[in-house]
Nanobody, 115 residues
Framework: QVQLVESGGGLVQAGGSLRLSCAAS????????LAWYRQAQGKQRELVAT???????YYANSVKGRFTIARDNAKKTVYLQMNSLKPEDTAVYYC?????????WGQGTQVTVSS
């Protein structure tokens, strides 16, 4: 079955960096687009970045120029490199994929940015 497992979250000071990873299994990784979302406490889940099979990327305005999404098809893993982190980036970050009309989500990884 489809599995997405995020890792790499943690506590970091403002201005610092983290790299999140999402290891995928249960589907043909290389031909599918994936995305990172985040959800801060008390707020709605929001799109952070996407990457398609051609490695074309999209970023939310709030992270553009600071975050980079990338994929390694051999490792079936998608990454989110987060630089110049701000306290407002604090959230649970989720990896997701849509297959045949259904959305699959990982369990999430907590990112906390202290000021």
């Amino acid at each position: 079955q489809v599995q997405l497992v995020e890792s790499g979250g943690g506590l970091v000071q403002a201005g610092g960096s983290l790299r999140l990873s999402c290891a995928a299994s249960g589907f043909t990784f290389s031909i599918n687009a994936l995305a990172w979302y985040r959800q801060a406490q008390g707020k709605q889940r929001e799109l952070v970045a996407t990457i398609n099979s051609a490695s074309t990327t999209y970023y939310a305005n709030s992270v553009k120029g600071r975050f980079t999404i990338a994929r390694d098809n051999a490792k079936k893993t998608v990454y989110l490199q987060m630089n110049s982190l701000k306290p407002e980036d604090t959230a649970v970050y989720y990896c997701t994929i849509r297959l045949s009309g259904s959305a699959y989500w990982g369990q999430g990884t907590q990112v906390t940015v202290s000021s």
